[in-house]
């Protein structure tokens, strides 16, 4: 139905417009109060026993994108969550960090963990056009995607774009700009790897360059 609705709005460029404003204010892109109680709990998906600190963070989901919340995972307090320009999706019992953000298009596997005040983004603002504001060209979509079991040190940022592999360490105010494998630890700004697990010595082993 969801999907029919957006086809539909999609063709009729002043319906949407009226749409959007139903929806989300204008100068202020969060959704209005009527969403968030009765459109998004019906759209998003919160599996059993995940919990979100809502009172004292800012949960600003739009129904025309996907949020979806895994078992057991746990939103912390001071935390924004914004999926206006993409999907941000959270596996079971992952665990998002007092003061964290995550802008989609984002995907958290299972039991990902991000520390305090972790900045997380899917998309860059176009600035092609020198002749324009950048506020008013098209953002540029390049999905964020950590795989399970991997942990974001704080004060971390991930850039748009980058996939972190599986049980992946991130050591505490790094900057990710570029893809980090399965199995590594990494650090610094810009990040870059300084261990990796050795499946024969079962030793994780220094990286030099």
Excluded at 40 to 53: D, T
Excluded at 115 to 135: L, P
Aim: glycine share 10%; charged share 25%; net charge positive.
């Amino acid at each position: 139905m969801l999907e029919k609705i957006k086809a539909y709005l999609k063709g009729n460029e002043r319906l949407r417009r009226l749409a959007i404003a139903c929806i989300s204010p204008r100068r202020n892109p969060r959704p209005r109060l009527w969403v968030r109680w009765f459109v998004n709990p019906w759209v998003h998906e919160r599996g059993k026993g995940a919990v979100i600190r809502r009172r004292r963070s800012r949960i600003d989901v739009f129904p025309w994108r996907a949020f979806r919340v895994g078992k057991n995972a746990l939103i912390e307090d001071f935390t924004v969550i914004n999926n206006g320009a993409g999907d941000v999706l959270i596996g079971e019992g992952a665990r998002i960090g007092i003061g964290s953000v995550v802008i989609g298009p984002v995907t958290l596997g299972d039991r990902v963990g991000l520390g305090q005040h972790v900045f997380i983004s899917g998309f860059n603002h176009g600035y092609r056009d020198a002749s324009r504001d950048s506020n008013e060209q098209p953002l540029e979509r390049k999905p964020v995607v950590i795989e399970a079991e991997s942990h974001i040190g704080a004060n971390s940022v991930v850039v748009a774009g980058v996939h972190i592999g599986t049980r992946v360490q991130v050591g505490a105010g790094s900057v990710v700009t570029k893809d980090i494998p399965s199995y590594c630890v990494a650090a610094g700004n810009p990040a870059r790897i300084i261990r990796r697990y050795d499946f024969e010595t079962k030793v994780w082993e220094r990286v030099t360059e």
